[in-house]
């Protein structure tokens, strides 16, 4: 499996990001995916998780209300759509399989980051 994060950026406090995933080696409707992030000197976070139909979708405390996944299986590609973002959001975002939960340690197979960084 491949995935490949793109997306990130700089941006003030309150403003938004839409960061992609895109699929590939595999039947991407057969997947859950989600995101993780991981800040320097902190904790790999879970974010977010779309299940491999889209039905079922769960969140971080930190973030529920200001992000929202999804997913298109015609393209292959999940998004993660971010809005009033804060200073704590900064992180490298990274894509990865995921099984219904957010864990830390609850993903697969990532593929490379792409930093978001909210700055004034």
């Known amino acids: 499996v491949q995935l490949q994060a793109s997306g990130g950026g700089v941006v003030q406090p309150g403003g938004s990001l839409r960061l992609s995933c895109a699929v590939s080696g595999v039947t991407f409707e057969d997947w859950g995916i989600g995101w993780f992030r991981q800040a320097p000197g902190k904790e790999r976070e879970g974010v977010s998780c779309i299940s491999a139909r889209g039905g079922s979708t769960q969140y971080a405390d930190s973030v529920k209300g200001r992000f929202t996944i999804s997913r298109d299986n015609a393209k292959s590609t999940v998004y993660l759509q971010m809005n009033s973002l804060k200073n704590d959001d900064t992180a490298v975002y990274y894509c990865?399989?995921?099984?219904?939960?957010?864990?830390?340690?609850?993903?697969?197979?990532r593929g490379q980051g792409t930093l978001v960084t909210v700055s004034s």
């Open positions: 990865a399989i995921c099984w219904g939960f957010i864990g830390p340690e609850d993903f697969g197979s």
